[in-house]
Each structure stands twice: as C-alpha cells, then as structure tokens.
C-alpha cells in the first residue's frame, strides 16, 4: 500500500508541475484533470470516499469542463504565447531557494516526531451526515454557489460572443473554416 500511495504522489506532483509548465491551455487543464483523479484515488486510500467522489464530480467533472468550455468558447487555446517578463526569472530563483531552504528547516525540526492520529468516530464523513450538515446547516452559502458559478457560465457566453452587427453565427463559422484552409 505504501508503494501505490509514493508511486500516486509522484503522479500528483508531477501533473501539477506539467500544468503549470504546459503552455498550451488544454493540455494544461487536462493535466489538471489528471491531478484531481490522482488525488481522488489518494482520497480513497486514506479511507476518505465521499470527499474521493466529490473531487471527482465537482473539479473532475464540472469544474475543469467549465474551464474547457471557457477555453474553447474564448479561442484561449489560439492565443500566442507571450514573453515572461525578465524580473520573473531573477525573482523566481530566490524564492525557490527559499521555498527549499524552508522545507528543509521543517523537515529538520520535526525530525521523526510525527505520531499517529486517533481513528474519528464512527459515521464520521457518511454521506448522511455530510449532507444534513450541508443542506440545513449551510444551505444558503451552497446555493449562492451555484448561483456565482451560474453566473460565471452566462458570463463567459456573453463574452465569447461576436461583436460584430449585423453578421451571424454560420457566416463567423464559414469565414474561421476558410481561414483555417
């Protein structure tokens, strides 16, 4: 078990390393998907299955297809890559020294310190219970949720819209097909 816990760790980080590196937008929030899967499977290791399959439905499957949907919608993916700015790469060396440097001063500390935690108590994280907390006690933070990220899709319609008078989607559609050849 522990082989299959390091093996999707190294998974983990090394599709959040490929999103972030990843120029293009699609691959980079494929690799995200990736991600959220790898860490699902982890969720489900550590004995965590509702919060496994809520990662898999609201990241996995709504999220990332809402950023795929924007992405495409947009044209992000068409976009030409711009130059970082050269103070980025003067700046970014320091801070992973210190990021590094900081790591290893808490690995350090802790020194084999580390205990094992108490079980919860039975029932805990049940989707019964997950759900009475969530629909009774936090009932109106979840539907202002949904009502932003209903927003955020009527948005991005809105904005990938043409802005053009007068021409209609099936003109748009030809001229793009005809560039393209």
């Given at each position: ?45 550590l004995g965590a299955p509702f919060i496994a399959l809520s990662q898999i439905t609201v990241y996995a ?8 949907f924007v992405i495409m919608l947009l044209g992000a993916e068409k976009l030409p890559g711009g130059e ?19 790591f290893a001063v808490n690995i350090n500390r802790l020194g084999g310190t580390l205990a094992l935690i ?64």
């Amino acid at each position: 078990m522990l082989i299959v816990f390091i093996v999707l760790a190294f998974v983990a980080v090394g599709t959040a390393v490929s999103m972030l590196v990843t120029r293009n937008a699609i691959y980079s929030a494929l690799f995200l998907v990736l991600n959220f899967g790898t860490v699902a499977i982890l969720y489900l290791i550590l004995g965590a299955p509702f919060i496994a399959l809520s990662q898999i439905t609201v990241y996995a499957g709504s999220v990332v297809v809402l950023f795929l949907f924007v992405i495409m919608l947009l044209g992000a993916e068409k976009l030409p890559g711009g130059e970082p700015l050269r103070w980025q790469r003067f700046l970014a060396f320091p801070l992973v020294i210190l990021l590094v440097a900081d790591f290893a001063v808490n690995i350090n500390r802790l020194g084999g310190t580390l205990a094992l935690i108490d079980l919860p108590p039975r029932g805990y994280g049940e989707p019964v219970e997950i759900g009475k907390v969530l629909f009774t006690q936090y009932a109106l933070p979840f539907e202002i949720t949904a009502i932003i990220l209903l927003v955020a899709v009527v948005g991005a319609i809105v904005l990938a819209r043409p802005q053009q008078a007068g021409v209609s989607r099936r003109d748009l559609y030809k001229r793009d097909t005809q560039e393209r050849k």
